[in-house]
């Protein structure tokens, strides 16, 4: 290192420009920042404020010619990256910067061993081959505490969680001990239990390789959590700029204010103990076959629910919590009769357990979902209009064109969209636009009873805040029932009467949203609420890696 | 929401203005648009789709193009148009009561002395037209009277290809649209509902598609005389399995998606989450196939025609064009003909085909 003030990373009016078919996006205009040996800077913004960009830039890995920086430079170690020869950027990829993703599961191939992806990295930049190679995976797979790391050597990557998947990611980045590491949404796609772990590994092998990190996210938690500096992006500025401590308790800009006051808040409504029940149901099963041999016989079940009661009441909020493979989605597949499962399941009265799928469909308009991803769960060949007015061609047959129109227009203006905006196409929306469109969809059919399944997690932290309140707006102003499934407990709280919370398919803990905030009996449930709401680790074997 | 409110005031304007929303939506969808664009980049597909669609076009007029009836005759004040109006040949002063053969010296000796003018398309033979003037004896080679020659029939080679063409196009079109149906329909039963369906549906095609369909269709040839119809219907037997394992592909993943999720839960039907959600999402794949799909319908065509099985004796065919340039190794702008025609044709198929491949490549996009 030469000279004590010498920047590990200067970026000097950075811009960014996109041109598709002639027209020109600016991604990211004139932002500057540094970054010092060993420091970690944190840049924050919602979905589309420039920062992944901004962190490919330094990279030089963005789409080049589609991309181009009309102004500023990059220095990485007083060299200039920006157009620098394809030489010297091999040399800084992977070798002195390193990065990782969002999704582990796509940024591994699926088709290669956790030795040799890991093992990959070491004989590009290191020569290492063979046994010697081996032996450095082994070594960084223990650092990132991938457990039984020798015997998960020759494991591909569907057979880890996602956890792990995220550690073989970091172990591969690490491989030439970089003296920076970009983490780009590193543990947006994990549960909050597992998110928590990663966080503090990274914290743990940054402070002891004294390896600088340019975090990328769009949660303030996490920030406060690992960050020394914070630069705050939005619409591909850079608003305000500091130390983690100072612009969080001292906020300049409204910009982060703004964000700072968008996490999901407000309490559940106080609704009547004795109101009607909407949905119940006692002891219900869902299995799923493990089936062997050559007659396929069933040796065994996968019990994705085994056992759950419940009850949901007019305008009550019931929440299930739990990690990822716990079943809370299947508990409410099955209750919506989407997945075949056992036991009773009684609706407004009625059991419907047994009735085929003519006599449900009579029932659909009365029970709704709500889906998790607003990508996945929108048409994209069909317009907005289409997508609200479906539910209606089935079940409001007497209505005609302008009626249903109407309807639209009505269920558009209810979830906050402007109604002008029907004949338009889901990719026009933001994420938040296209879970209100998810929503409204569900709406349309005046329903009485609405499964929400992590209708918030895809979405940007001050999105999820705007998408909890219309949820309690629509709860009070049509007295819905809703079952609301999350891995994230602070939205739970926000929404939830009762809470059941489950792992492995049976429940650990159910009472009342109070009883289980204030005083949880059991360390799966503590475990929970500490990786929510402090971004803390559970002792080992409390939740899964 | 007033202007919702004021349209349903308003009844039937409404209707107009939002059939004309809807219309202007179908066009301007972005996705297509850049479709469009990213088609018309390969400016060699864009111009042998221009190329071709201009050369089907024209041939679809063969009948004005080569034909061995005027287009129109001037006779004692009267206008004729034998090419639409089958005229006996007495109407021109003739014995006969059956329809004018104008290529008689007769027949244009008759109507010429009463001072009435012919004009001839500008090949006065059709396709089955015999030169009984040739110089020489069959297959007589090209000249200013037959461009390209004649076959060994004395038969205008040029004619011949012109509807040969033709008819091997509208073939590989109607077969290639049935076999698409069938294949679509087949492949998304399969798909959409899995299971065994899919895994008996697997194994029955496996069987038919082992099934050598040449031989099979030379002993149906040898059986029933085949007719257009019957020989669409013959290869239509094979044909259609092309596309069920695209398809097929396509619709496992689909109906896993999350919006057919949302679909089920709203309470539609299978058929109309098949055709409202999952098709589109196939008929890319479809659509990409589709010229090679034609290709095949084509080539499948000329091999039967080729080989002799094809269509009844007689019809323009550019299979039985190729047969005669074998069987008269002496008379080289027969084969010649036959194989630039042909490869022509292909060709341009193959390019369009290359074009639509781009164009619903998703990963063109940032260009």
Redesign the interface.
Known sequence: MSGGDQKLVEVKDLSVVFT??GNETRAVDKISFDLAEGETLALVGESGSGKSVSALSLMQLL?YP?ASHPSGSIKYRGEEVVGADERTLMGIRGNEISMIFQEPMTSLNPLHTIERQVGEVLAVHRGLRAEAARKRVLELLNKVGLQNAESRLGAYPHELSGGQRQRVMIAMALANEPRLLIADEPTTALDVTVQAQILKLLKSLSREMGMAMLLITHDLGIVRKMADRVCVMNHGHIVEEGETAGLFDNPQHEYTRHLLGSEPKGKPLTARDDAPEIMSTDNLKVWFPIKKGVLKRTVDHVKAVDGISLTVRRGHTVGVVGESGSGKTTLGLGL?R?IDSDGPIVFMGQHIEDDNWSE???R??DM??V???PF????????VAQIVE??LL??GTDLN??AR??RV?EAL?EVGLD??TM?R?P?EFSGGQRQRI?IA?AMA?KPDFVVLDEPTSALDMSVQAQIVDLLRDLQQKHDLAYLFISHDLKVVRALADEVIVMRNGKVVEQGSSDQIFDDPQTDYTKALMAAAFDLETAPEGVVSS | MNAILDKTAQGKINWEATWIGRFNKARTSPINQRRWRNFKANSRGYWALWFFGVLFFVSLFAEFIANDKPLLVTFEGGIYMPVFVAYPETDFGGDFATEADYRDPFVQELIEDAGGTIIWPLIPYSYDTINLDLPVPAPAPPSAENWLGTDDQGRDVVARVIYGFRISVLFGLILTVFASIIGVAVGAVQGYFGGWIDLIGQRLIEIWSSVPSLYLIIIIAAVIEPTFWILLGILLLFQWVALVGVVRAEFLRGRNLEYVRAARALGLRNVAIIFKHVLPNAMVATLTFLPFILNSSITALTALDFLGFGLPPGSPSLGELLAQGKNNLQAPWLGFTGFIVIATMLSLLVFVGEAVRDAFDPRKTLQ
């Open positions: 598709q078919d789409p589609a919506l989407l449900l469909r009579s659909r308009a709704q979902i889906f998790q991803d996945g769960s929108l048409s994209p060949r069909l317009s479906e539910g089935v079940h064109y302008d129109r109407q227009a203006v109604p002008e004949d196409y990719h998810a969809r059919l």
